[in-house]
T-cell receptor
Framework: KAGVTQTPRYLIKTRGQQVTLSCSPI?????VSWYQQTPGQGLQFLFE???????NKGNFPGRFSGRQFSNSRSEMNVSTLELGDSALYLC?????????????FGDGTRLSIL | AQKVTQAQTEISVVEKEDVTLDCVYE???????LFWYKQPPSGELVFLIR????DEQNEISGRYSWNFQKSTSSFNFTITASQVVDSAVYFC?????????????WGLGTSLAVNP
């Protein structure tokens, strides 16, 4: 079974630009979550999508947004990039449903802002 | 508010030593879940274990064991006879039972270096 696939692996942008990151979950998984990982703040939850609807949201500004498609693939968009947005962005998928099932992570997209 | 504390930032051991990684959590939920993940240098987070708040049985999986104690709000992880391949950052995480509390709250991780 293929794992969670994130593209691209690396991205370099400049301040003020916008970026879109992509995540393909494990086949059959309907829940996709996004996390930001930085050395200073650690892993922080961005949002979770389930059946094309945002089910949970973390404490990030509105510049961070996401969506999920009918095939469960998800995209995350960051607009008006700031230097502090440099981070590893991780996507995780799980079957979804009622219980807190383990999330399976992709390799991440490393975003660098110049 | 939910919180996870991993007080040990870095641990260095010699191969074959036993090592325990500490995790202390805070939550007001009566139903919650605790997790351990491993992040090797390659970067991918690897799921190790999930525990729910109603199951305090300790668990052993090969050289790995976990000690869950609700009385002290701790969920510690022990590696027996450590190996170089165990070198990684280990994260403890917590999620609540429902709604917005279902998101994972992470500790800052413990970086484990196992030296030959």
């Amino acid at each position: 079974k293929a794992g969670v696939t994130q593209t691209p692996r690396y991205l370099i942008k400049t301040r003020g630009q916008q970026v879109t990151l992509s995540c393909s979950p494990i086949s059959g998984h309907r829940s996709v979550s996004w996390y930001q990982q930085t050395p200073g703040q650690g892993l922080q939850f961005l949002f979770e999508y389930f059946s094309e609807t945002q089910r949970n949201k973390g404490n990030f500004p509105g510049r961070f947004s996401g969506r999920q498609f009918s095939n469960s693939r998800s995209e995350m968009n960051v607009s008006t990039l700031e230097l502090g947005d440099s981070a590893l962005y991780l996507c995780a998928s799980s079957p979804g449903g009622g219980e807190n099932q383990p999330q399976h992570f992709g390799d991440g997209t490393r975003l660098s802002i110049l | 508010a939910q919180k996870v504390t991993q007080a040990q930032t870095e641990i260095s051991v010699v191969e074959k030593e036993d090592v325990t990684l500490d995790c202390v959590y805070e939550t007001r939920d009566t139903t919650y879940y605790l997790f351990w993940y491993k992040q090797p240098p390659s970067g991918e987070l690897v799921f190790l274990i999930r525990r729910n708040s109603f199951d305090e049985q300790n668990e052993i999986s090969g050289r790995y064991s976990w000690n869950f104690q609700k009385s002290t709000s701790s969920f510690n992880f022990t590696i027996t006879a450590s190996q170089v391949v165990d070198s990684a950052v280990y994260f403890c995480a917590l999620s609540g039972g429902a709604g917005n509390n279902r998101k994972l709250i992470w500790g800052l991780g413990t970086s484990l270096a196992v030296n030959p």
